[in-house]
Structures are given as C-alpha cells and as structure tokens.
C-alpha cells in the first residue's frame, strides 16, 4: 500500500529525491558493513513529534518544562540499553558514535594528554587519534596496528606501546577488523599502565548485544557504540559502562558537548533495544556471522583475497591487488550494477585512502531482508563477475539484471514507493 504523503505536493524535489533513494535501497544490494535496514516501528519512531521537544539536562533533571512523555521515553531507553549489554549506567544522548567518542575525551583528558588507539587506516576510526581528526589534532597519540604475517592484533606491541608512552586513554574497538577483539588483554594493558579503557563496539554492537560477538562490558571502563549498524537501530550514538563514570560522562555529553538531545532519535533507539531483546535478534545476529562466513569463503573459492583469511563477524576486507583493480574502481563498477560497499584500505596500503587497494564488506543489511547463505554464494557470484569484467558492457548489464531480481525476492520498503 502506497503512504499518503504531504511531502509530495510541499516539497517534490526532497519527494522525489526520498522515492529515488527507496528505490535504490529496494532494488540494491546493500554491502556497506556500517549499514542497515531499521523497521517501520523505529522509522515511526525517528519521524514522531518528539523532534519537536527541547529537553536539554537528564530524565526528571531538565532545564524546560513540558518534558514528561519524552523524560518517560529517555528513561525506558536507558533501562533497555543496560539491559541489552548488562552495563551499570548508560547516556543515551549522543547524537552519533564521533560524538561519543569526544565526549569520553572531554570526560578523562586534558588537550594534550596521551592516547592510544588503533590506526585507521588498519581497520581503526577516526576518531581513535586520526591525525585529521579533533581526536588527534588535541591529543598525543599512540596507534597500534595489525601484524604483516596475519593482519591480526598484535598483543606484544601493544603492551609495549603502552609501556613505552603510558597513555592515559586506550581505545579498543574497530572499522575494519573482522576478528574478535581481545578485551581482556586491553584491560590487561590498561591496568599495566593505569590507563582508562574504552571499548569502541560501533560495527560489532548488534552481535555483541546478541552474544554472538565478545562482550567488552566486564572489561571496559566505558563502552561507545553507534546504534545503526549491527544493532539495526536510528542513526545514532550511546555511551555505557561502570557506574563509578557516569556523573563525569554524563556531563560531558551534556552540557560539555551538547545541546538538546534529539528525542526522536532516543525514541527511535528505545525501538531498536527493545527489539534487539527479542530473541529473534539473536537469531538474526547468528545469521550475520554465518552469511559473512559463507560470503567470504564464497569470495575465497572464486579466487579473490580476504584479510586476514577470512571473518568471526559481519564484514570483510577484500583485497583487490591480486586481480589488479583499485579500491575506488572496484566500488565505482560494483554500484554502477547495484552493489553498494566502500573502497577500504587494506594492511600496509601503498594507495592513498582516496584510492586503496581494498573495498570491505558486509553482511547485516542482506541478512535483515532475509538472505541466507544460498544468496551469499550468489552474491559473492555477482561481484566476482561485475570485478573480473568491469569493461565488459554487456557482461554488467547480465549482473545488473541479477542483481535487482536477487533483491526483488527480498522486498525491503517497497510499500513506501508512493506511485500516483
Ligand atoms: N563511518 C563508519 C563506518 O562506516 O564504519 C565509522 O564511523
């Protein structure tokens, strides 16, 4: 059933931009790992009155009037997050994982003070000390990266790292690693050096929350995550850990980074935690790991290289130097047929990160619209044959057709493509 719309006839052009977008994410195959498919109760929720509600200050602690229903909302939220990952305090206010993150900088560290973090450009974020970004643009920072024989963490260096520059902050947690990450050994080495411990779970939340993935929470001083990628929630943020840290990270958040918290979006997470409660989630989270190994293997048997040799969560690295295609190539081919990824660095990349040598991928949006391992294989199929004959017109324009009746069987949002 087509949804009435007021936005067609007030405004078309964001109308019909909207409609392009439904029709891109119906009729695509969605592979960025960061990404996912959020249900109509949570889209419901993002699109409610509530982002009409200043509330700025904590539940039953704000600084306007008229906030009741929306302290009722935060509060259910909050109680929901600690269930879901068995944490003693958690901020449901961030407005995204970046700002999360700042917020536990501004919470523990002077300008100036040291942090270690994993490089970004071996599977780390931006904001754990990239010298671009405010986190390494503020701070000393220290990155550790992945071994050259096994692209897996190397503990050794960590803790000599730690050792040798004694920062104050360390940070665990990932973009780009597809192996289960250590947390014991991080508080190992955080307690070697008297550091605060932060585990960054953003790509892995969904799998954590669902047992599916380590959890870090016994570990980690703070835990930071986003809420839209493993955890299918609203494009968001969250912050959680010991109860001892609260007070000091709530005032970070607010009012040392914030303003008003988006109450539609808090909403909209207490949606998506409820969900992921549900023991279907865990269901669905198992999935993503069985469809990410069936991917990669699929990858692995059609000869291409995967980092590391293969995957323990929901995305991948493939690298692309065997078959001589850059990054941006081969993310520039795969969309023109419908598949969408992100070109990605691969371990000591000699391109640029405007190029690379790699493009990763992932399996929580397809295994949201119900794909299974047989999809996979042919996934894997379509973007071995879209790769190996990026110049061959006609050969894409097979995949192109395969890819949209692969996702025709699979019906995302196509109730909201209004036709009249
Ligand atoms: N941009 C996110 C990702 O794609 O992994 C990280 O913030």
Redesign the pocket.
Same mark, same amino acid.
């Given at each position: 059933m087509p949804i009435a719309s007021s936005l067609k006839s007030i405004d078309p052009d964001i109308f019909r931009l909207v409609q392009m977008e439904v029709r891109r994410q119906e009729y695509g195959l969605e592979l960025?790992?960061?990404e996912n498919f959020v249900d109509e109760a949570v889209l419901e929720a993002n699109g409610s009155v509530l982002t009409n509600k200043y509330a700025e200050g904590l539940p039953r602690k704000r600084y306007y009037g008229g906030c009741d229903c929306v302290d009722a909302v935060e509060e259910l939220a909050i109680a929901r997050a600690k269930e879901l990952f068995g944490t003693e305090f958690a901020n449901v206010q961030p407005h995204s994982? @970046?700002q999360a993150n700042q917020a536990v900088y501004e919470a523990f560290l002077k300008p100036g003070d040291t942090v270690m973090g994993m490089r970004l450009d071996q599977g780390g974020?931006?904001t754990h000390g990239s010298p671009v970004n405010f986190s390494g643009k503020h701070y000393k920072v220290v990155a550790y990266g992945v071994r050259t024989t096994d692209h897996l963490i190397d503990p050794d260096e960590v803790m000599a790292l730690a050792k040798e520059h004694r920062p104050k902050l360390i940070i665990c947690g990932a #973009? @780009?690693y597809s192996r289960r990450i250590d947390f014991a050994l991080f508080r190992k080495v955080a307690d070697e050096v008297g550091a605060i411990l932060l585990a960054d779970i @953003?790509?892995y939340a969904g799998l954590v929350a669902a047992g599916e993935y380590p959890s870090p929470v016994a570990y980690a001083d703070i835990v930071s995550t #986003?809420t839209h990628?493993t955890l299918r929630g609203p494009r968001s943020g969250l912050l959680m850990g010991k109860a001892q840290h609260a007070q000091v990270i709530n005032r970070a958040v607010f009012p040392g980074l914030q303003g008003g918290p988006h109450m539609h979006t808090i909403a909209a997470k207490a949606v998506s935690f409820k969900e992921a409660l549900a023991p279907d989630f865990k269901i669905y989270a198992r999935q993503v790991i069985a469809n990410a190994r069936a991917l990669s293997d699929a990858l692995i048997s059609l000869g291409l290289k995967i980092v590391s040799g293969g995957t323990d969560s929901h995305l991948m690295v493939v690298d692309l130097r065997p078959i001589e295609v850059s990054g941006k190539d081969a993310q520039h081919v795969l969309d023109s047929v419908g598949i969408t990824c992100?070109k990605n660095t691969v371990p000591f990349d000699t391109q640029p990160p405007t190029v690379c040598s790699g493009v990763r991928i992932g399996t929580p949006a397809l295994t949201t619209r119900g794909m299974g391992i047989a999809e996979m294989k042919t996934t894997a199929e379509l973007i071995n044959q879209t790769l190996r004959n990026r110049t061959d017109e006609k050969k894409l324009d097979e995949v192109r057709e395969q890819v949209r009746a692969l996702a025709g069987r699979f019906p995302l949002y196509r109730h909201r493509l209004v036709t009249e």
């Open positions: 960025i790992p960061s994982g @970046a974020h931006l #973009t @780009a @953003a790509h #986003t990628k992100n």
